[in-house]
């Protein structure tokens, strides 16, 4: 069974880069019909897709955020990370990390599993 | 970017009853829409690709229809352990992936 882990600081300081990382178990990051991703929840809100990685680097991010993130995966220890640079307020959410299906045309699928979540709170 | 919008924002029902949910996309996704659940504290559950595949282990009181911009999830009879927050999500075109601002099923 294939299990997504989040793990990084649960609060980070505001103009700071937010740094997490997301251990995969029971199957390989390498296989090459999946994207990797992350998708952020702020209190009391909705889901919003960050960016999705594939095992050779090649990365997609929300234009939303794309300034400021930078994604990178280690198949060498099955993880991939997440870096969000000049964090403020506005980005304190529950970050998930998840997988999703990529077809021969590199388009992506529907998420079909999940990390449990961890929060991370912006503040001074 | 396509704009998913979802209705109602809650939705307050009794168990047994039948429950429809309705998810819109600001242009056609074709059936590239999925549905999640999400309780409390939880990460989100994929129950519905491919707008009316149902994912393994989804119980068969759950489905989904539509195509294009207009998709619906039903339950066909509500139980206690179905309150949470729905949201439907298009993968037709990227980036962004985007997803509803969810339903809020409350019993």
């Known amino acids: 069974q294939l299990q997504l882990q989040e793990s990084g600081p649960g609060l980070v300081k505001p103009s700071e880069t937010l740094s997490l990382t997301c251990a995969v178990s029971?199957?390989?990051?390498?296989?090459?019909?999946?994207?990797w991703a992350w998708i952020r929840q702020p209190p009391g809100k909705g889901l919003e897709w960050i960016g999705s990685?594939?095992?050779?680097?090649?990365?997609y991010y929300n234009p939303s955020l794309r300034s400021r993130i930078t994604m990178s995966v280690d198949t060498s220890t099955n993880q991939f990370s997440l870096n969000l640079s000049s964090v403020t307020a506005a980005d304190t959410a529950v970050y998930f990390c998840?997988?999703?299906?990529?077809?021969?045309?590199?388009?992506?699928?529907?998420?079909?599993?999940w990390g449990q979540g961890i929060q991370v709170t912006v503040s001074s | 970017e396509i704009v998913m919008t979802q209705s109602p924002a809650t939705l307050s029902v009794s168990p047994g009853e039948r429950v429809t949910l309705s998810c819109r996309a600001s242009?056609?996704?074709?059936?590239?829409l999925a549905w999640y659940q999400q309780k409390p504290g939880q990460a989100p559950r994929l129950l519905i690709y491919?707008?009316?595949a149902r994912a393994n282990g989804i119980p068969a009181r759950f489905s989904g229809s539509g195509s294009g911009t207009e998709f619906t999830l039903t339950i066909s009879s509500l139980q206690s352990e179905d309150s949470a927050v729905y949201y439907c999500?298009?993968?037709?075109?990227?980036?962004?992936?985007?997803f509803g601002g969810g339903t809020k099923v409350e019993i």
């Open positions: 999500q298009q993968y037709n075109k990227w980036p962004p992936l985007t």
């Open positions: 990685i594939y095992y050779s680097g090649s990365t």
């Open positions: 242009q056609s996704v074709t059936d590239n």
């Open positions: 998840a997988r999703h299906g990529r077809n021969y045309q590199l388009l992506p699928y529907y998420f079909d599993y």
């Open positions: 491919g707008a009316s």
């Open positions: 029971g199957g390989s990051i390498s296989r090459t019909t999946y994207y």
